[in-house]
């Protein structure tokens, strides 16, 4: 029957078309937001180059680093198991030429390939958020290649390190990935320094303010809507439904369905084609990541000032952990804190830092603006998965007391920041942040 469906696609082909062809495109768009994979977000960037700063000497590391690509979680599960049902009519729709007066369709082997896919049953409520074996893979691989980066700073002792985690089987895993990494196949890794801190990594969790004003503030998400309701995004729709051979538009949060199975078969494996992405034209794939973009922007950046306040928490983690080693002439461990946290902690944390600001503000009006469209704000360049925040703290050989830190995104350089302590006064990348008010840690009942 696959073989007849063929030859019948092959056939339509020749009588219209303006097809898109995933399949045999030899740059497709492959930037997903939150769930980009890394290798796609950190393209251009040296892997294993060792990191020097002439005349210095690297005494200490604060890494803030994100999980790996995940199965999916729990409450997502049931509706993405729908989507064989949907695919089942996609291809029904295909062997009866079921379209209306549109020249739109995916090509044959873009249809021959999703009519392959199936629902994985792994992908169930056991191991349901948990790292997949190539989110487990990456998470070793980064870590081996901060270790190249800095050899001198990241070394074998296990006393130079604390890391912090909270306690799911996510981060678990992701913690056994990274130091195994680190570490090779060493059998006594159970004595590393580690904590389990959730009001550090997951503040937003533990702020009354930010959840009221924030998280279930409906105003959050208006220019998300606004973008929504935009008749290029209803067209949008439009020309999915079409291309999937349907005679009505398709709800949009199937279409939201589809999308997020497209970007999660694309970051499980790296080297082949997702199936689902075929629905979208390279056009579509850059509206949902914009989409994406103004939620995060907003949820997590600066489109909302507290942002910046709660993701201070882990700004003043950073500070006070190079304090210690800053007003101390003795080296002192452990010297690397590294902690293992969410997209959410990423976004709140490099806002915090005042990292990647647009000069005008992201907004449900201006997609097709300059500013919009070579934005800096990028969930997919910020919060891939095992994206990554990292601070070095450098020590002048030939001076006794200056200092610098050295701050990466995704082990790029982001910027240098003098930190000269003396008796007159006191570092200076504390003064950068002394207008950043924390949030309060006021429980909420839940």
């Known amino acids: 029957m696959r073989l007849t469906l063929l030859g019948v696609l092959a056939l339509a082909t020749l009588a219209c078309c303006q097809e898109t062809c995933h399949s045999s495109d030899e740059d497709p768009y492959v930037l997903f937001g939150t769930k980009t994979a890394y290798t796609f977000a950190n393209q251009g960037i040296p892997f294993n180059r060792a990191h020097d700063v002439p005349g210095c000497q690297p005494i200490a590391i604060w890494l803030l680093n994100r999980h790996g690509s995940h199965n999916p979680e729990a409450d997502e599960i049931a509706d993405l198991q729908k989507l064989s049902d949907l695919k089942n009519n996609i291809i029904a729709n295909y062997r009866k030429g079921n379209f209306r007066d549109t020249n739109i369709r995916m090509c044959p082997s873009d249809v021959n390939l999703l009519e392959r896919w199936e629902w994985n049953p792994r992908q169930n409520i056991t191991f349901a958020g948990d790292l997949t074996s190539d989110g487990y893979i990456s998470t070793q691989q980064l870590a081996q290649a901060w270790k190249q980066k800095f050899p001198g700073l990241l070394t074998d ?11 799911d089987q996510r981060s678990s895993t992701t913690f056994r990935a990274f130091t195994e990494g680190l570490f090779r196949a060493r059998e006594d890794t159970y004595d590393i320094t580690k904590e389990n801190d959730e009001k550090l990594l997951r503040p937003e969790k533990f702020c009354s ?3 009221n004003n ?4 409906n105003d959050t998400l208006t220019q998300l809507r606004t973008f929504e309701s935009k008749q290029e995004y209803k067209e949008m729709i439009s020309n999915i439904s079409l291309r999937l051979g349907f005679n009505y538009d398709i709800q949009k949060e199937i279409m939201k369905q589809m999308y997020q199975m497209c970007r999660y078969n694309k970051a499980w494996d790296v080297s082949q084609i997702s199936p ?8 579509d794939l850059k509206r949902l990541e914009y989409a994406e973009d103004l939620e995060t922007y907003y949820k997590y950046g600066y489109g909302t000032p507290m942002n910046q306040q709660l993701g201070c928490t882990g700004i003043k983690d950073m500070m006070d952990f190079f304090k210690t080693h800053v007003e101390r002439a003795a080296p002192q461990q452990p010297r690397a804190r590294v902690q293992l946290a969410d997209a959410a902690q990423l976004l709140l944390a490099l806002a915090a830092a005042g990292a990647r600001r647009d000069a005008a503000p992201l907004t449900g009006d201006n997609y097709h603006s300059a500013v919009a469209q070579a934005r800096k704000w990028s969930a997919s360049a910020m919060a891939p ?18 200092s610098i830190c050295v701050i990466t995104v995704r082990r790029k350089r982001l910027f240098i920041q003098k930190c000269s302590i003396s008796d007159a006064h006191r570092t200076v990348i504390y003064k950068s942040t002394t207008s950043i008010r924390c949030c309060s840690w006021k429980t909420r009942d839940r």
């Not at 689902?276 to 056009?283: I, P, Q, R, V």
């Not at 998965?385 to 200056?402: I, T």
């Open 276 to 283: 689902w992405c075929a629905a979208f034209s390279k056009d």
């Open 209 to 211: 303010s930010w959840i």
């Open 157 to 167: 002792n296990l006393h130079d390190y604390v890391f912090k985690y909270v306690n």
């Open 385 to 402: 998965f095992s994206g990554n925040f990292a601070a070095v703290l450098y020590k002048y050989v030939a001076r006794k007391y200056d």
């Open 214 to 217: 924030v998280e279930e503030n």
